[in-house]
């Protein structure tokens, strides 16, 4: 039984086989031809590929040679519009030259016209010259006799000029002559009071020659202030009063034997020392030495002597005879002065 199912399959078998071959060849030829028209249809889709390459680089060199030839024809078409307006000015330039010379070809005679009114014109204005220059030729005469005139009266005044010139140095030479006279009379007169005021001053010191408090410093009679006046007053001491009336007599006695042509005046100056005093009555050196003064004149006139022929001076402490500050140098500067001077 066995091997009855062998054979029977071998039978089966064999009946098969032939089958299946034919239908793996058929197959096969089917792939094969499938294979065949595939490859087929690659070959002309990498030919149509390739050509299109080839037409679009075609293409694009094309479109870069457009491009350069678009730039071109755009440069020449800058220079032509250039150009143009360029020309197009031209054109308006000669349309301008052409009216203003047909303007002035029409306006010729207008021209002449007006030339011959502004001929009009300066030939009246020539005239109206003419009678203005006539005019002025008339007002020049005038102004030449006029000037005569004044040349005769500047000469007639350089006349006068000169005469009064030589009047004034005439009197310029009576004037020196007159000041050297004044001069030389002032100078007699000077000599003169000097004289008298060495004999003043000699009879002063002959009257008060025992006073060791009494002095004579140049040209000036020094009284120490402590002589005549109490401290801080201005009220002459009693033994002020006694040498006041001395020097009254000495002045009396002298102004009989003084020329009157001679005018002269006993100056009497009130100085204090450098310590201010401040009182009610006396603010100040200042008032101080200035009322001493006043005193000593006062009493001077009270005795009999010309009030005409005294002054009074304050000067405080500003004219000190010595700089010094012990009490030795504040006493001399604390001091009446007399000085017989010339007004």
Avoid: C
């Avoid at 030829?29 to 028209?37: D, K, N, P």
């Avoid at 002298?254 to 001679?262: D, F, G, R, S, T």
């Avoid at 009610?280 to 200042?286: A, I, K, L, Q, Y």
Wanted: aromatic share 6%; hydrophobic share 40%; proline share 2%.
């Amino acid at each position: 039984m066995a091997g009855g199912r062998s054979r029977r399959h071998s039978a089966d078998y064999g009946l098969f086989w032939p089958g299946y071959v034919d239908v793996l060849s058929t197959l096969l030829l089917v792939v094969t031809f499938l294979m065949s028209i595939f490859m087929l249809a690659q070959y002309f889709a990498s030919q149509e590929a390739s050509g299109k390459d080839t037409a679009l680089k075609q293409l694009t060199l094309q479109i870069n040679e457009l491009t350069s030839l678009l730039s071109l024809e755009k440069g020449k078409a800058k220079s032509t519009a250039d150009e143009l307006a360029a020309l197009q000015a031209t054109l308006s330039t000669l349309r301008e030259e052409n009216t203003k010379l047909s303007g002035s070809a029409l306006s010729g005679g207008e021209a002449a016209k007006a030339a011959e009114g502004r001929i009009s014109g300066l030939t009246t204005e020539l005239e109206s010259q003419k009678k203005v220059s006539n005019e002025a030729l008339a007002k020049v005469d005038l102004l030449n006799q006029q000037l005569l005139s004044l040349r005769r009266q500047i000469a007639a005044l350089n006349e006068a000029l000169q005469a009064s010139e030589a009047k004034d140095a005439e009197s310029q030479t009576r004037i020196k002559d007159l000041g050297s006279r004044l001069n030389a009379a002032l100078a007699r007169q000077v000599q003169e009071l000097q004289r008298y005021r060495s004999d003043f001053f000699g009879r002063l010191r002959e009257l008060l020659k025992n006073r060791k408090d009494i002095r004579v410093v140049g040209d000036r009679f020094v009284f120490e202030s402590e002589v005549l006046f109490a401290s801080g007053s201005n009220q002459l001491t009693p033994e002020g009063l006694a040498a006041m009336d001395q020097l009254a007599a000495a002045i009396i006695e002298l102004q009989k034997e003084i020329p009157k042509e001679i005018d002269w005046a006993l100056q009497v100056d009130g100085h204090t020392d450098i310590r201010p005093i401040a009182s009610p009555t006396f603010p100040s050196n200042w008032e101080l030495s200035t009322s001493r003064a006043i005193a000593v004149v006062r009493y001077l006139i009270s005795r009999g002597v010309p009030a005409d022929r005294l002054v009074a001076a304050g000067y405080g402490e500003f004219r000190p005879l010595e700089a010094g500050k012990d009490e030795a140098s504040l006493q001399r500067n604390r001091r009446i002065e007399l000085k017989l001077t010339n007004r």
